[in-house]
């Protein structure tokens, strides 16, 4: 049972605490939601984008699922193409909390899984399985994949790992293919910076969230969520070989694009 995040109004925190643990998966649908303007948006927005990149019978990957959104949305968004054979879809998080209750999660809904460190598991039976990898993302291997989600994890990576991580996507993508990258920015700009994180803060009041509790959240994650400007995250987009970058969303300092190889 997913409830309601009220995590930093009995926790202290120190800086750089933040932890993708048993109390953060407990929570998580409801932090994430009243933490990311526009989150419920961009979820079904990347299944409609699958439908126009996904290739037939060629790898998906969700990097960083936590409880599976995102595949989520994408599978759905996918049942009724059956001229894509049986695209495979891989969800990967690095938290052992996450992967244990997006399984049961799957279980729930009765959607067949498959352990990527079981390989000789017997076959899934129901359309369309999925994949769940408890790894880190930078050791995924990508191959002949047409889709690829980074939804608001690549910001929780030692940015010296990015360049690496974005090459092996860009080079495991075929052509036509898509990365899907959500993340929080900064602005070079002070004034702007603080105009958009005063009304992100807005916005986290009219969800609930106390003034203590904002606060703690932000001690919290200093130094475990880093944000790169926009123009950080186009030019190693396109240094790594991805074609056209375009933004499709923006909110505040959230913002996602769609870049093609
Ligand atoms: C969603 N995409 O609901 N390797 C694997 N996983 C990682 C790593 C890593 N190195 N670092 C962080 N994670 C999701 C939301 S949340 C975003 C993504 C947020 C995982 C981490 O365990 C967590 O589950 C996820 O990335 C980030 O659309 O909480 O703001």
């Known amino acids: 049972m997913s409830g309601r995040d009220d995590l930093y109004r009995h926790r202290e925190s120190l800086p750089g605490s933040f932890r993708f643990d048993d109390a953060v998966v407990d929570v998580f649908p409801d932090m994430i939601d009243r933490s990311v303007p526009g989150y419920s948006l961009i979820v079904p927005m990347?299944?409609?984008?699958?439908?126009r990149y996904v290739q037939a019978d060629s790898t998906v990957h969700d990097l960083g699922c936590s409880l599976g959104a995102v595949i989520l949305s994408i599978r759905s968004a996918l049942l009724d193409r059956e001229h894509l054979g049986s695209p495979r879809l891989v969800a990967t998080d690095n938290s052992g909390p996450m992967i244990s209750r997006l399984e049961e999660r799957l279980g729930d809904l009765g959607i067949d899984t498959v352990s990527s460190d079981s390989p000789a598991e017997p076959r899934a039976t129901g359309p369309l399985p999925?994949?769940?990898n408890l790894a880190d993302i930078r050791d995924v291997a990508v191959d002949d994949a047409s889709l690829v989600a980074l939804n608001f994890t690549l910001q929780f990576l030692d940015p010296a790992d990015r360049d690496?991580?974005?090459?092996?996507?860009?080079?495991g993508l075929r052509p036509g293919g898509a990365l899907i990258l959500a993340e929080k920015i900064r602005f070079e700009d002070s004034a702007v910076q603080e105009r958009l994180t005063d009304w992100h803060h807005d916005y986290k009041r009219l969800q609930g969230y106390s003034e203590l509790e904002i606060a703690r959240k932000r001690t919290a994650l200093e130094q475990v969520l880093l944000t790169e400007t926009e123009a950080a995250h186009r030019d190693r987009l396109?240094?790594?070989?991805f074609r056209r970058v375009t933004r499709w969303f923006q909110c505040f300092g959230f913002c996602a694009w769609l870049a093609e190889r």
Do not use: F, K, N, T
């Open 238 to 241: 396109e240094r790594v070989g």
């Open 130 to 132: 999925i994949e769940l």
């Open 46 to 51: 990347i299944g409609q984008l699958a439908r």
């Open 164 to 171: 690496e991580l974005l090459q092996r996507v860009s080079s």
